[in-house]
């Protein structure tokens, strides 16, 4: 007899998807998709019955809910139903198309077929339960302004914190940079980033990815790296603010985001009290992406 899964769906604005995803993987989903329609993500993820009771769902719902109000947003809906298991697995893989970001990438889900498009550099991924599609405004500010610090030849070394399925490490090297370091605290994103540096024929060696924080990654880098990225939520970016200036060279810079527009005049004030100068602020939605260069 097959297991059964919940299939819990959370239907939000676009301003709370982070958040949204974020709590999906402290619950302990396996698998995660979204689904835009104007404002609005349709967001699906699956975790075994046997693991969760139905009220445990429910304090699940309301805590998005309060995440919610906390912005000032939408209050989301929140629907589950049980599945079969030879369902789950691919449920959530059927409304994720291409996505083109920026001037140069094409974000393409691994179990389509690859796009043809010589003016776009096809980034392949599955990201598994691992944070980071695409779709999201703070990933695509991230790769944009990646995009404009990385050009062929220029063999920056860079890091990457919390770096989730991998798709802000994965795109550095496509677009030009020469060595990239990447920790994350779960080791389900771990894994994740490394599966997806194979998808895309990256060298092992040329993406190094390990279980950790910050700690870790000064372990990590041999010397201070030109860059980093740093794509998590505003209060971590603070308690590792003091640490964050030791990772790069003099004049290092940096990009920021999972910061909500609200939250930039906080993180800013840390982050010159440790060193940095904010150059520009993105803003898309009610998120923003500071980059930064070190005094």
Known sequence: MSNSWWEIKI??????????FWRLSEFGCKGMSTQQQGNEIKISAYIPQIQVKLW???????????DAKEIGCQVPVTKCNLIDEEDWSSSWKQHWQPQPIGD??????????TPTDPDRITLQLDPGVAFGTGTHATTQL????????LQPGT??????IGCG??????AALLLGAQQVYAVDNDPLAVKATGENRDLNLIAPEKLIVELGSIEQLQ?????????????????????????????????????????????????SHVLEQNGWIVGTVWNRQEWSCINLKHK
């Not at 880098?221 to 003099?250: E, H, R, T, W, Y």
Request: aromatic letters at 4%.
């Open 11 to 20: 239907d939000c604005v676009s301003d709370l998807e982070e958040t949204v």
């Open 56 to 66: 445990q769902i429910s304090d699940l719902s309301l805590q998005v809910e309060d």
């Open 104 to 113: 140069r990438l094409l974000i393409n889900p691994a179990w389509l077929d």
């Open 142 to 149: 991230c790769l944009e302004a990646l995009e404009m610090r």
């Open 155 to 160: 063999n920056l070394t860079i890091a990457d």
């Open 165 to 170: 399925s991998g798709i802000l490490s994965t």
């Open 219 to 267: 372990l990590m880098i041999p010397a201070p790296v030109d860059g980093f990225v740093c794509n998590i939520l505003a209060d971590i970016i603070i308690q590792l603010a003091p640490s964050m200036a030791a990772l790069v060279k003099p004049k290092g810079w940096a990009i920021l985001s999972g910061i909500l527009s609200s939250q930039v005049a906080d993180v």
